[in-house]
């Protein structure tokens, strides 16, 4: 099932995906980070504000 994400913060359409995806966007409105998560009952759109850090992974821990 197709499920649509908007830009939390400007509200713009910024894909469609089916669930289980997980992808960072980049909005072309407000230029900012968007972290979506889509799941089978809802999609979670979250701003990312440190792009570099979104895909850092802490060894020492
Ligand atoms: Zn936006």
């Known amino acids: 099932m197709k499920m649509y994400a ?5 509200g713009y359409k910024l894909c469609k995906g089916e669930s289980g ?13 968007i972290r979506v998560v889509i ?4 999609t979670n759109c979250t701003p990312t504000d440190h792009p570099k850090k979104v895909k850092t992974i802490n060894l020492s821990e």
Not at 6 to 10: A, F, G, Q, T, W
Request: hydrophobic share 25%; proline share 9%; with cysteine.
């Open 6 to 10: 908007s830009c939390p913060i400007c």
């Open 21 to 33: 995806s997980d992808v960072d966007i980049l909005c072309p409105r407000c230029s900012k980070l």
């Open 39 to 42: 799941t089978e009952t809802n």
